[in-house]
């Protein structure tokens, strides 16, 4: 800069008078207005935003900061790009938009950044860049050119200080002269062609289709002339002038989406469970449905619930999804946050109660069996696909998400689960933090393979391990959760449990007072509607594997009696003994349901403490064995019925 | 009698903890007012189909599929779309600004507006409008994108909290 300003004011003292004498004004004129126009565009290069973007909010990488793909890709004219993540500003830098480490920021269209300006170079001062360098090497083309011809005509005066400080200025001129002219030239190509500096130097479009360009005349026009790009930062932001306050007006909704908003939650956690549980018998690795829907989305998102969340927090988040208490869902969704800690443990439980009395079936086949379940719960015969579609309807308004998790194990027809995706965001993270990388690494590989979701995600990212991530989570924390929950399960369970047995101490207790307070309003409500559906379930289920079905029971009628008394009063040892939870399940069932079927068991039962207390006292009294006879369900819960 | 209500106060309400007894007729709106809580927020990306130039997706969020109507949603993604493309037209006007800029060593923009700010302030009134008339009655919110950098709308989606606080309020209002 200042050899710029220096060398050029000793041109005007010296050179230019003598100039302007002996040929014309102008010369100085007109020289003086191009070094005007190189100034002026060497200030806006050099103090104009290039086009920083501003750091996105935290609400708007919630669902991108755990996400495994660096790059995300768009088709611009037919042709892939890149989108790369930014980690520093959070989000996925658009085309031509790249970080600039001397500046600390994401610049839009960026160049490169000028050392001589001191400044980025992108969108909004690339136009005065390139006129800098224009003008500039105009200028010195005439300091040059008008020197020479001062020097050539006072050949003979060389020795004036006149002569002297014009030949120093000409070779001031002549050095910056080349590197100038170079540096114009190389963006005369790339405006022609074009691109950018930063392209063209890392070679993007080498192979020679490059999809920004529209034509070397509409680039240059584009350079030139368009208008001046706004810029982002520093932007007065207007405040909120519109109040947004209910009641709120609804476009009419379908009759399907009704009823699927209705069933959904009945539906969904017989099917998390199941599946959950049926995943973790066979395929550990597979991509399963993770059982604890994660929780609604738009109740973790906001509430600022903290990623770090334990399992078990963001498992009791979850709306209860027994069967008879679907109703509840669409109420607590709008109600919000508050209830989800309530209902969460219901949820896990009923979706427990579920599984248990099937288990086998888990493992013999997963999804045909489930999706009789909800089906037979429901009324309906829909299957499968049809199932996904109407719960994925329902929920989409709320965001549940206990149909994301098992979306791995459905086969097509998940399209339901792929909504609630999103909400997994929070949710996933939280548990992979909490379960640690192995055994979600292990279930993502699984979920990779098998996550028909990875199409189904609506926010236009194609990344499917970010999915089966979200999918992931969910399960390990089902894991843990199912685990602690379900008795009859154990046997299955054991296997996998143990990876994530640590988390089942802590859950379980926590697990407990939060089921209790919920589980006691509706243990008494859904008893009756459970034990029908359950049973409908149960008979579906039956057929398919009789011969595990005995030896389970052996299993969990040893485990009830010798542990009947004491797990209620001590989860920690169910934790350790999953077996041990059979006779919480049946203790609490057995004031709820004399009759032996499978009855949701779980939702009774897992309440947990404070519900089993005076659940086991009625138990004790029976227990002893006067004409009550205990049975085991299918899915190992233990039952006792009266003889 | 020894009552002590003043002109035009309400009845006391069980239901409502001693704070928000109503005390006037308008103050069951006030219990409306504040029970709506940001539930969630949808960001409709851009569309990048046609190059860097500013076009947003008009590809229907599925988290509004039961908030708002699909062709009103559709229509406003469609206007804002046309208002980028009108600003960064390159036609006369641009260029005419482009050489009084260069002409006047750039002071000109100390004075003027460009073009392009002409019409993002157009955008901020045209967004401000569809909040007011269909945004809001349904519980959204769209903020503008230039406050995100152009690269996101960001709708926000808002949830009935308390409902039964409304509901009763509105009940005893209406």
């Known amino acids: 800069t200042t050899f710029l300003v220096g060398s050029t004011t000793l041109f005007f003292c010296f050179t230019c008078p003598w100039l302007s004498e002996y040929f014309s004004s102008v010369i100085p004129i007109y020289t003086a207005v191009i070094f005007l126009f190189t100034l002026a565009n060497f200030c806006m290069a050099t103090f104009m935003d290039p086009g920083v973007f501003p750091r996105a909010e935290e609400d708007e990488d919630k669902e ?67 006129l800098f360098l224009l003008s500039l090497t105009t200028h010195i083309i005439n300091v040059f050119g008008f020197g020479l011809v001062y ?126 549980k049926s995943s973790l018998d066979q395929m550990e690795s597979q991509s399963a449905d993770a059982e604890p829907p994660p929780p609604p989305k738009p109740e973790l998102r906001y509430p600022g619930l903290p990623r770090a969340d334990t399992e078990e927090s963001s498992l009791l988040t979850e709306a209860p999804h027994t069967p008879s208490m679907y109703k509840y869902r ?86 339901g689960y792929s909504l609630t995706g999103r909400s997994y965001t929070s949710y996933p993270s939280s548990l992979v933090l909490s379960t640690g990388g192995s055994h979600s690494s292990s279930l993502r590989s699984a979920h990779l393979a098998h996550n028909p979701l990875a199409t189904l995600q609506s926010e ?29 399960e154990s046997p299955e369970f054991e296997s996998v449990v143990s990876p994530s047995s640590p988390l089942q101490g802590y859950t379980s207790p926590f697990l407990s007072a939060q089921i209790a307070q919920q589980r006691e309003g509706q243990l008494l409500q859904g008893s009756a509607t459970f034990s029908s559906p359950h049973r409908a379930y149960l008979r579906a289920v039956s057929p398919p594997s009789p011969s595990s079905g005995p030896p389970e029971i052996q299993h969990l009628l040893q485990h ?77 819960t233990t039952y006792e019925i009266s003889v | 009698m020894h009552s002590v209500q003043h002109h035009g106060q309400q009845p006391r309400r069980p239901d409502l903890p001693h704070c928000c007894q109503p005390l006037s007729p308008f103050h069951n709106l006030q219990e409306l007012r504040h029970s709506a809580s940001l539930a969630n927020k949808v960001f409709i990306q851009r569309d990048y189909s046609e190059g860097t130039t500013c076009r947003f997706q008009t590809k229907f969020p599925s988290e509004l599929e039961s908030r708002i109507e699909r062709t009103l949603f559709e229509d406003t993604v469609k206007t804002l779309n ?72 960001e709708i926000s989606i808002y949830e009935d909290r308390g409902s039964s606080d409304s509901s009763s309020g509105s009940s005893s209002s209406s």
């Open chain 2, 82 to 153: 046309n208002y980028y493309a009108e600003a960064e037209k390159i036609g006369g006007q641009s260029y005419l600004e482009g050489c009084l800029a260069c002409s006047t060593a750039y002071l000109i923009f100390l004075c003027m507006e460009t073009r392009y700010e002409k019409v993002l302030k157009k955008i901020a009134k045209y967004i401000q409008e569809q909040n007011e008339k269909i945004y809001a009655p349904r519980g959204l919110l769209i903020t503008d994108p230039i406050e995100r950098g152009m690269r996101v709308i």
């Open chain 1, 330 to 415: 669409p109420a607590f969704n709008s109600p919000g946050r508050n209830h989800t800690a309530l209902t969460h443990p219901n949820k896990m439980i009923r979706g427990e109660s579920l599984d248990s009395p099937s288990p086998s079936i888990l493992l013999s086949s997963h999804q045909p069996s489930y999706r009789s379940e909800p089906s037979s719960l429901d009324g309906t015969t829909a299957v499968g696909g049809g199932v996904g579609a109407r719960r994925g309807g329902g929920e989409r308004g709320e965001g549940p998400g206990g149909p994301g998790g098992t979306a791995g194990m459905m086969s097509g027809g998940m399209s």
């Open chain 1, 560 to 636: 009830n009696q010798d542990s009947s008394y004491r797990a209620p009063r001590n989860l920690s040892s169910l934790s350790s003994s999953p077996g041990a939870l059979e006779p919480l399940t049946a203790t609490c069932i057995y004031p709820l349901c004399v009759v032996p079927p499978p009855p949701p068991p779980f939702p009774d039962g897992c309440p947990i403490r404070s519900t089993s207390r005076p659940v086991l006292a009625n138990h004790t009294t029976s227990k002893p064995g006067g004409g009550v006879k205990k049975v085991t369900g299918v899915g190992g």
């Open chain 1, 64 to 130: 991108d900061d755990f996400r495994a793909p660096l790059y995300k890709t768009v088709e611009i004219k037919g042709i892939q790009v890149r989108m790369k993540w930014c980690s520093t500003c959070r989000f996925y830098r658009p085309p031509r938009c790249s970080h600039c480490s001397v500046c600390d920021n994401c610049v839009e269209d960026f160049d490169h950044h000028c050392p001589w300006v001191n400044n980025c170079i992108g969108r909004r001062n690339y136009r005065y860049f390139f």
């Open chain 1, 151 to 276: 020097v050539l005509h006072h050949r003979q005066q060389l020795d004036t200080p006149h002569a002297a400080v014009t030949m120093a200025v000409m070779c001031v001129a002549g050095l910056f002269f080349v590197p100038v002219a170079g540096l114009t030239g190389f963006h005369m190509v790339l405006v022609a062609r074009g691109r950018t500096t930063n392209e063209q130097v890392t070679g993007k479009f080498r192979g020679g289709v490059n999809p920004f360009t529209n034509g070397c005349m509409r680039n240059i026009s584009h350079v030139l002339c368009s208008s001046q790009a706004p810029r982002y930062m520093g932007r007065w932001r207007s405040p909120q002038a519109v109040d947004v306050q209910p009641p709120f007006v609804r476009p009419p909704l379908t009759e399907a989406q009704l009823e699927a908003k209705v069933l959904d939650n009945g539906i969904q956690n017989d099917r998390h469970s199941t599946r959950s």
């Open chain 1, 460 to 488: 236009g990212t194609t990344d499917t391990s970010y999915k089966s991530l979200a999918n992931q989570t969910p399960r390990n924390g089902s894991l843990s959760y199912d685990s602690l929950l379900t008795p009859s």
